[in-house]
């Protein structure tokens, strides 16, 4: 199947590498180019930093001492400008010093030094990167940007002007009446990604605030729904790109559709790329997932779901969708990034329930998707809970379904979907802490696998409502010898040893036992074991 490609055309013509790959031409393959390795400097006017930037990468990347002439034609400049821009990076550089000796310069660097620590410091000192990262957060009157860069109008107008000469030929453009950064969307959201990618890297509280538990969760369930595996950096990358659509999302901008063929046997095969450089976000994907959704996709999907839902005021429908004809990725997936998204943009700011809230839990529950037992017996544990807990809750939940002429549901009704208990606390937060039945919640839970969503949630409950969850693992116990254990009594011994049981059942509103080397008949029988009368069990 062939699909189409995104690329800036000003970067496919830099990219040699690109040129001379050999890639089979039924391969199929998706890629996302960014501007990074420093291409977002392209944007620096000043000259002076110009000459600072190419003054030491012509030296970082020479094998020998280059002369002073040589750098006094390569950089156009007299011999005073260059001692005097020599001296600055030495004083302003901590870990670039610059040596001379017989006519030659040198540019000694500290151990495990890398360029994009002197591109970082353009991107956070130089004027034109200040104006362009308030272009992100603030659209607003030129007379705000003179307030806030404390610059002249007209030092901003001119700065402006040299920025849309290096901008326009990669299809964007400044506008002063707001100040804006205009363009086709997928070409803004790459250049703002590249951008904080560059300057912030591993300093995710710079970027991310107080959000970056969201974010990385974020990123975690976007490569598990892709079924991706993707090295560090791109993760990292991607955690970048996803914190841009969500902001801009927010903004009410939206991503182009974008058609694609379709071929219903891409998705049998394994699918690798045979592309490898700097400029390309590299996704590898395998046939044993059943999932393939390019990054460029899954960008789409997240404003186009939102806009859906939140401005037509519809119910969501699997077919109303473009990529529904060639992705096998159910509406519930990405119902469940929704719901990370739509989380991090409402900061459970209220326990009203909003429109689009109820909205995005009646297509939650719409939708046909099979759940792990896990899920579901984690979910059943609850739903007793919060029915002894907060008795008010369901009627509210029914009620509010009605006023939006939806189908009233009971908890059990929402109990075999996936995520359920993330929409329940995204949806009244408020409500569950401030009700008057509310009482903490002790759970012991005995596993031997522990979802990422689940872990998530387990922190979040903590947090948010004081529910303490005791997670107890089963990863130190030998899998072998309890596979290879045919005898009950001794898998029995194996794990009550393990985990100091019996315990203090009183102590505990709830126990989930969920292990998938034990039958029903074993855990009944440690079920016996645990001396617990009255509570809630998960088997």
């Known amino acids: 199947m062939h699909f189409c490609f995104f690329f800036f ?3 496919i013509n830099s990219i040699k590498c690109y040129n001379s790959s050999k890639i089979h031409k039924n391969v199929s393959y998706f890629v996302l180019i960014l501007i990074i390795g420093g291409r977002i400097l392209f944007l620096l006017t000043n000259k002076s930093y110009k000459r600072q930037l190419q003054l030491i990468q012509s030296c970082f990347n020479a094998s020998r001492p280059l002369s002073q002439k040589y750098l006094i034609t390569t950089l156009k400049c007299s011999i005073s400008t260059l001692t005097n821009t020599i001296n600055y990076i030495n004083e302003e550089f901590e870990s670039l010093q610059f040596e001379y000796r017989d006519g030659c310069y040198t540019l000694i660097s500290k ?3 890398r360029l994009n620590e002197t591109y970082k410091h353009f991107l956070q000192t130089a004027e034109e990167y200040k104006l362009f990262e308030q272009l992100f957060f603030h659209e607003e009157s030129i007379q705000y940007y003179v307030n806030t860069l404390f610059m002249s109008e007209s030092n901003i107008r001119r700065m402006v002007k040299n920025l849309n000469k290096e901008l326009r030929p990669k299809g964007l453009f400044i506008t002063t009446n707001p100040m804006k950064l ?15 990618y560059e300057k912030n890297r591993l300093d995710f509280q710079q970027t991310f605030g107080e959000n970056v538990l969201f974010y990385d969760t974020l990123t975690e369930k976007t490569l598990f729904i892709m079924g991706a595996k993707v090295s560090m950096t791109n993760a990292l990358l991607l955690k970048y790109w996803l914190y841009i659509s969500v902001q801009r999302t927010k903004k009410k901008y939206h991503l182009n559709k974008h058609t694609s063929a379709t071929n219903d046997d891409y998705f049998a095969n394994t699918l690798y790329t045979s592309i490898k450089a700097d400029n390309i976000f590299q996704l590898e994907f395998t046939k044993n997932t059943g999932l393939a959704v390019t990054l460029e996709t899954i960008g789409d999907i997240l404003p186009h779901i939102d806009r859906t839902f939140i401005n037509n005021n519809q119910p969501l429908k699997e077919t109303d969708y473009y990529f529904s004809t060639y992705t096998n990725i159910s509406l519930q997936m990405i119902s469940d990034l929704i719901t990370q998204l739509e989380r991090g943009l409402n900061s459970y700011a209220s326990s009203t329930v909003k429109n689009e809230s109820i909205h995005m839990l009646y297509n939650y529950c719409s939708t046909h998707y099979c759940v792990p037992s896990f899920a579901y017996d984690f979910n059943k544990a609850f739903i007793d809970l919060i029915r002894e807990k907060n008795p008010l809750f369901e009627p509210l939940l029914k009620k509010t379904m009605t006023q939006l002429n939806y189908p009233p549901m009971l908890l059990e009704d929402l109990n075999q979907y996936h995520g359920f208990f993330e929409m329940i606390t995204m949806l ?18 005995i596993t031997d696998f522990i979802p990422s969503y689940v872990s998530f949630l387990i922190s979040r409950l ?75 069990w998960t088997l």
């Open 9 to 11: 055309e000003t970067i």
């Open 111 to 113: 151990r495990g030094y």
């Open 182 to 196: 205009n363009g086709d969307e997928w070409t803004v959201r790459q250049a703002f990604t590249s951008f904080f």
């Open 428 to 445: 009244f937060p408020d409500f569950f802490i401030t009700s008057s039945n509310y009482k903490p919640i002790r759970i012991f839970l």
């Open 462 to 536: 903590y947090d948010e409502f004081g529910t303490e969850i005791i997670i107890n693992t089963c990863e130190n116990i030998s899998r072998d010898t309890l596979l290879r254990s045919e005898d009950l009594s001794e898998k029995i011994i194996l794990i009550s040893n393990f985990y100091d049981l019996p315990v203090n059942a009183e102590e505990y509103d709830a126990f989930i036992f969920f292990n998938s080397l034990l039958s029903a008949n074993d855990i009944a029988n440690i079920r016996a074991l645990i001396a617990v009368d009255k509570k809630n």
